[in-house]
């Protein structure tokens, strides 16, 4: 069991690695407590919830709306759930998104805590107390940063997830290791059989680094003024791909990086040689490398990207595997970039 | 001119009272703004608002919902604005309120300042950083505390305000004088005439008194986990008369504090004389002292009041004029204290 601290001006926040999620009980209040999750794992996980009223969403991104927050929060104030009262999200990403939001403004503010289910909420979404809800097809548009009281990441939750789920979090593990964590990309390259079957003790050690690198970075750069911008790597093209195509998030970021590694290479961050691992390793765990998404239809998805900053994008640049850099970028030059690939 | 400023652990706010509100030009990025104002403000001043697209809410509390902060939103959205935008309110509370929720949320935060137009707004709502939307009849459940950069308080803008909106804002300031301004209630007293017909000068004198006032209480206790629930004086009763009867916030707290402080009386915090004097203030300025809403209804809306914590409720009471303590009491207690009282 490890575990994490994330420490910021206001709060402190504990992500436990390696805890099994029934130990939820004890970090919990006596009374005032709702869960929300969504249906698949209430049937999975349900019997064995702590007491506490349930509130259930559908799976799936749709749920990550204005309206599901405004209509649970209803059923909260119902429940009568004051400010005294606390949110247990059990689930993945979108679950944890829309709980923390809801509990970042029920009452304004009440307290909170995640059993993170997927292993892209355990690598990334659960971490750094961003949540949020989508709003006319753009993601998170509405949400704050704030941090949950604790994060309980079970490895063993992994096991029951879908090979497209586990794949889609892989996507976020291989996008640490490639903007933070070199040791992890030779994990990952050398141990990938094991990886693919879900060794449990090794899943452990991949989510600890994963978890330890983001909370370093959150914690110096909470609000995503400078530093925290790294960890949007092969994300400025992968939400254009997961908007234009509905695709999976971790799909989506794949495709980015292999774009923002050749970016990086035009740039003279990254070396060809270090591209073509990164290739390899993506390629090895069976990720589609492009999507079909045309070059008009591209600058139109970026323009929609939240973190553009007028006209120009910050856009973040591996330099090599282990480190990454970021600088603006106009969104010309990224569509004019995106154009010469022969998608 | 006075600048006030409420510093807090991640933000520095500078409310200014007696500046003209044309001013705030000068303290705007030069693009990337979004005005957000109601319709009746857009045509007593709309033709002098700088020069940004202006988004216009019809006037009252129905339209301090998540629907039309959703619907907001997507406008701003939709003129590009992005996380270096600027969200400028002009109006009174229900304008500040959602404009502040929208900019605390929209991309997790964006800049924001308000132009108070309103007396409730400048000498309370404007102030302090709570903002939100309303929920099922249930005011303020869903919101965030966050400081807005800048206040303007144009004691000029209050003298296009009805009877009945200008007297609402006089509920709140005899608040303040109650629970923490001895020489301001004097005032109050001495000059009712001038401040009865809106002498400017003496309004900007009242506004900076209760902009003071509630300045040091916020510094001190952002989050409310104390001291600041002083300013929830009268409010306990106040947040029932408003939901039941759908009178006025002002109207709504000033009979509330004539029971809060009739209470007060009966705990031996308030004596019988500086009770009359309260009551006197508020018969000289015309507010009516009794609201016709019975006992059992009462406690069923009390037992919606947000600031409730298990059953026990912080209730406010005056010790005296000028000072104010809190403590929890039974909702029981207080219905039954309610049915004592002739109505």
């Known amino acids: 069991m ?6 910021t001006p206001v709060t402190e926040s504990e992500i436990r690695i390696g805890e099994a999620w029934e130990n939820v009980s004890g970090k919990l209040p006596s009374s005032g407590v709702v869960l929300i999750t969504d249906d698949n794992l209430k049937k999975i996980y349900g019997s064995r919830f702590p007491d506490f009223p349930v509130l259930s969403i559908r799976p799936g991104e749709e749920s ?4 599901t927050a405004g209509r649970l929060s209803a059923e909260i104030m119902d429940l009568g759930i004051d400010r005294s009262g606390f949110i247990l999200a059990i689930g993945g990403g979108v679950v944890s998104d829309l709980a923390g939001f809801i509990a970042s403004i029920y009452m304004r503010g009440i307290r909170c805590g995640y059993v993170s289910s997927s292993l892209l909420s355990q690598v990334d979404a659960s971490t750094g107390g961003k949540n949020g809800v989508n709003l006319g097809g753009v993601k998170n548009i509405l949400g704050v940063i704030r941090q949950p009281e604790f994060v309980i990441c079970d490895p063993r939750m992994l096991l029951s997830l879908s090979e497209d789920e586990y794949l889609s979090g892989m996507a976020e593990l291989i996008k640490t290791a490639i903007i933070g964590d070199t040791e992890l990309f030779g994990i990952l390259e050398e141990q990938y059989a094991e990886i693919k079957s879900r ?25 995503e003024k400078g530093l925290r911008r790294i960890l949007n790597f092969g994300h400025t093209f ?3 791909f997961e908007a234009g195509l509905a695709i999976k998030h971790g799909f989506a970021v794949a495709s980015g990086m292999v774009l923002a590694s050749a970016f990086s290479v035009e740039k003279g961050f990254c070396s060809e040689e270090d591209n073509f691992r990164i290739i390899s390793l993506l390629k090895k765990f069976g990720f589609q490398l492009k999507q079909a998404v045309t070059p008009g239809m591209m600058e139109k998805l970026i323009l929609h990207d939240k973190k553009k900053a007028g006209s120009d994008i910050f856009f973040v640049f591996n330099k090599g595997i282990g480190d ?11 569509s004019h970039f995106y154009s010469r690939q022969n998608i």
């Open 324 to 334: 990454a850099t970021f600088m603006k970028i106009p969104v010309g030059e990224l």
């Open 64 to 67: 990550k709306s204005l309206e």
């Open 238 to 240: 992968g939400h254009a």
């Open 199 to 223: 060794n449990v003790d090794l899943l452990e050690l991949l989510v600890t680094r994963a978890v330890r690198f983001k909370a370093r970075v959150v914690t110096e750069d909470e609000d």
């Open 2 to 7: 490890e575990s994490i601290i994330i420490r």
